[in-house]
């Protein structure tokens, strides 16, 4: 749940050159693009499952949980693609990344996290060849029984890494234990209608 860099910063004009933002959006542009959104949602939640299913060998992981938009029904929405925005023309929403609270009574298995989950987005690619990159599977750590939030499982190799999110008081305290600054966990994110438990299954 990184926000990292603005998306309306993107220039569509450098990504798709020669669309011209006035030209009317033809409905196989449109439906081009909510397949788009649809197998990316797709391929997120198989992201998500095998993710889990690897923790689910780790001893300590008590409970793994979906949430976030992947874990819902997607909802049409106007995007931030700038030929779409400026026309009006809603679509199917586009998911950033995947979001996992994993409880876990162990913290020391941090380290264990991190590498598996690396390993199992590694050897789980779609059919097409597209997978999902290690930053957009963020892993929440949650205390078993309180449901407290602790922190975020980290993803670089190397804890400390001397990169500037370091610096943040408390980040890597124990090791691979990432802080972020004036972050705040809304328990309501983990409401049971807007989660999916997948392990135990």
Not at 68 to 82: D, I, M, N, T, Y
Not at 113 to 121: E, P, T
Not at 162 to 183: D, I, Q
Request: aromatic share 10%.
């Amino acid at each position: 749940m990184d926000p990292g860099p603005e998306l309306d910063e993107f220039d569509d004009e450098l990504l798709y050159p020669g669309w011209d933002d006035d030209e009317p959006l033809s409905e196989a542009e449109i439906e081009e693009e909510n397949r788009r959104m649809l197998a990316r949602h797709s391929r997120f939640r198989r992201a998500a499952e095998h993710v889990a299913e690897a923790f689910g060998a780790i001893r300590g992981v008590e409970k793994v949980a979906l949430f976030g938009s992947v874990a819902l029904p997607l909802v049409r929405e106007v995007p931030r693609f700038r030929r779409f925005r400026r026309q009006g023309v809603a679509i199917w929403h586009e998911c950033a990344d995947v979001d996992l609270a994993v409880w876990l009574s162990d913290l020391r298995r941090l380290s264990t996290l991190r590498k598996v989950k690396a390993r199992a987005l590694r050897e789980h690619p779609d059919e097409d060849g597209l997978g999902v990159a290690d930053h957009q599977v963020d892993v929440f750590i949650m205390q078993p029984g309180t449901d407290a939030y602790v922190g975020r499982l980290c993803y670089f190799a190397k804890c400390p890494k001397g990169k500037w999110e370091c610096l943040v008081p408390g980040c890597g305290k124990p090791p691979f234990l990432r802080r972020h600054a004036e972050f705040v966990f809304r328990p309501q994110a983990l409401e049971a209608d807007k989660t999916v438990v997948l392990y135990p299954k």
